[in-house]
């Protein structure tokens, strides 16, 4: 399907590092397509297939954290599916796969460094949809995938230092409009027992989102970011 | 699976209706629980199975654009693609398949009529979600539910009257913070021709998302919104 039998090679090494046993069913032309950066044609890249792809890693996402915490809140799904979902995550799982090296675009834009984190977590997105669309099925992704978002997620949960919704809220900030939420935090001092209090609210474009309290100022920030990241998706889980 | 042998009997009509043959592999205790509102039970509802059924239909609706209208642009997919998945959308499939019949509520939330499209549209989603968990893949839900995306996309795009940027940024914004954008349009007079031409400002929630230009009020609108559409849209699809 490629003309290129060096560049079928490359590819084929690319789908045995991803885990992949049988290899039979990939659509070679369609991966091709997965790693072509925009750069290089406006018409024959990858982004249809980032399309189909985000589409594949929400419900490869879903079905994971439904199969392995059943008992948890559709606010908590919500919650690490955002970071599983977000640019930082996907980075991390396309420099393990070393997807930068299979990636093709114009030599000027592989110098915008900027520009690095989204062609990658692009690029992997579209790989996901390039092997969804050889079978129509998650066939080809499931196994070597599934293992790694259970992994992942198992590790933002157990994350001490996790601040699940703060995380949450900000990569969907960013993601959506490249901007950050502020917090105004302040000290609320409790004359019942000498330990003050904070309040913090979480600000994003000139709206209010979120309130919270707690001992910390951490634990404050991390209820504000709660209830705005719990209004934020109401309607979007 | 379900105690009740009504229940199970009156699902199964259900399933029938949907066109689905071999009804050996549903889940009935799963397709029970996605027409159990949160009314009924805080934990035993809808909601985890709405979480995945969303990511279904978001991948059902991909593949069928990407299958279907292979030479689109990505802003056509992601245009279409929120009308697709929108409660608008999602009430009429409902409504056709008779969902509301099944959904098991409290009477005080029935009553409740303003909460209608939003209930059924979730469980709508939720019944996608456990059709997908019955099996772990798409096998029970593509082949009724396919056609009907695919004969829903055709006439999305094929309504003469169909304003297809401005319903896809109003499903957006609606969906997600429930408020209207604001379209701030004027005439600009051309002494040129005598022909006035338009220009059209979009706002959302104070920012200026887009701005457009054309004979008409409509076309002037119409551009504004596309440009707010693709805005938004750049990162998340």
Known sequence: MIKDPRREKELQKLVK???????KKVNWSLL???LTHPSISQTENYQQLEFVGDAVLRL???EVLYNTYKTESVGEFAAIRSILVSDRTLVQFADYYEIEEYLIMKESTAKHKIGRNSRLADAFEAILGALYLSTNSMELIKPWFAPILK??????RQDPTRHNYKDALQAWTQGNYKELPIYQTQTISNSQDDHNSFISEVWFQKKKLGTGIGKTKKEAEQGAAKE???LINQDSI
């Open 32 to 34: 091709n397509l997965a």
């Open 17 to 23: 590092r991803l885990g992949l046993l049988d290899t």
């Open 60 to 62: 490869a996402s879903a």
């Open 151 to 156: 992994k992942k997620s198992t590790e933002i």
């Open 228 to 230: 705005a990241f719990l």
